[in-house]
C-alpha cells in the first residue's frame, strides 16, 4: 500500500508542538543536502568566471577605492574615523555586504530551487542552511582580504579579534532573520527581490559603512536608531582594535534578530506548501 502524504498548513498550526519537533527533525536532517546544495552553487558560480574566486570582494575593493578617492579629493569630507580611512571604508563595506548577502540568500535560494520544490521531497530547511554554507564561504574569502590590509596599515593583531566571530554571527542571523519573513512575499511578487538591493544601499549612507558616526543632527538620530549601527561599530571595532562601543544596543539587537529568526522560521514552514502548490498550479 502506497503512503500518501498530505501537506496541510492549517493542521500544522492547530498542532504546534508536532509542527516545533518536525520543523527541528528536518533541520537536524537537512545537514548534508544543504551542504551538497552549496557545494554545487559555488561551483557552478566560478567555473565559468576568468577572475574566479576574485569577484567575492571585487565590490568591496572598487568601492573602497571609489570613496577614498573622493575623499582625498575634496569631493566628499569625511569626519575622523580613528583609523586609516581605506580601513574603515573597506571594512564596513566588507561587513555591510555580508549583512546584505545574508539578507538576500534566503530568497535567492527558494527562487533558484522552485522546480526541485514542486517536484521533489526534501527538508525545505536544507535550502535556508545552504545559503548560510555559501555566506560563510564568501565571508572566508573577505576576512583573507582584509587581514593583510590591516597588517599593511599597521592594525596589530590581538585579543580584541577573538570577537569577531560574535559580530560575524550576529550579522548572519540578523539578515537571516529579516530575509526570511521577505522570502514568502518575495516569491509571490518579484518586488521584493529587486527592491532589497535598492533599499540596502539607501539604508548603508545612514549606517557607519563609509561616513563615520555624526555628532548632531537629524542624521546623527537616523544613525543611532539604524539596528546596524551597533553590528557595524563593533564587527570593525574588533577587527582593528577600537573601542567597543553602544555594546547594550548590540546584545539587544542580537538576541532580538534570534527571535525573529524563529518567527521567520515558522512563517516559512507555514507558507511553504501554500507556495509550492501555487507554483504548480
Not at 48 to 55: A, H, P
Not at 153 to 160: A, L, R, T
Not at 204 to 228: D, R, S, W
Not at 233 to 262: H, K, Q
Request: net charge positive.
Amino acid at each position: 500500500m502506497t503512503k500518501v502524504t498530505i501537506y496541510s498548513p492549517e493542521s500544522s498550526v492547530r498542532r504546534p508542538g508536532l509542527m516545533l519537533r518536525e520543523m527541528f527533525a528536518d533541520l537536524k536532517s537537512s545537514g548534508e543536502l544543504a551542504w551538497r546544495l552549496a557545494r554545487r552553487d559555488i561551483s557552478a558560480l566560478y567555473r565559468q568566471s576568468f577572475l574566479g574566486y576574485l569577484w567575492a570582494f571585487i565590490m568591496p575593493l572598487a568601492t573602497t577605492m571609489a570613496w577614498v578617492f573622493l575623499n582625498a579629493s575634496g569631493i566628499v569630507r569625511v569626519a575622523e574615523t580613528g583609523i586609516p580611512y581605506p580601513v574603515y571604508v573597506l571594512t564596513g563595506t566588507m561587513i555591510w555586504q555580508m549583512f546584505v548577502e545574508a539578507l538576500q540568500a534566503p530568497l535567492q535560494q527558494v527562487t533558484m530551487a522552485k522546480t526541485m520544490l514542486t517536484k521533489l521531497k526534501f527538508p525545505r530547511e536544507s535550502l535556508i542552511l545552504s545559503g548560510m554554507f555559501k555566506w560563510l564561504f564568501n565571508v572566508v574569502i573577505k576576512l583573507i582580504i582584509i587581514v593583510p590590509v590591516l597588517v599593511y596599515f599597521g592594525i596589530e593583531v590581538g585579543s580584541h579579534q577573538f570577537l569577531v566571530p560574535v559580530a560575524i554571527l550576529a550579522i548572519l542571523i540578523v539578515g537571516t532573520a529579516i530575509g526570511l519573513l521577505l522570502a514568502p512575499l518575495g516569491l509571490l511578487y518579484t518586488d521584493i527581490g529587486r527592491a532589497i538591493p535598492i533599499a540596502a544601499q539607501f539604508a548603508m549612507y545612514i549606517t557607519p559603512v563609509v561616513f563615520a558616526m555624526p555628532e548632531g543632527g537629524l542624521t546623527a538620530k537616523l544613525f543611532h536608531l539604524n539596528f546596524m549601527t551597533p553590528l557595524v561599530l563593533n564587527a570593525r571595532a574588533w577587527l582593528t582594535g577600537m573601542e567597543s562601543v553602544m555594546v547594550p544596543y548590540f546584545i539587544g539587537v542580537s538576541l532580538g534578530a534570534v527571535l525573529l529568526l524563529f518567527v521567520g522560521w515558522l512563517l516559512y514552514r507555514v507558507t511553504m506548501p501554500v507556495l509550492i502548490e501555487r507554483m504548480s498550479s
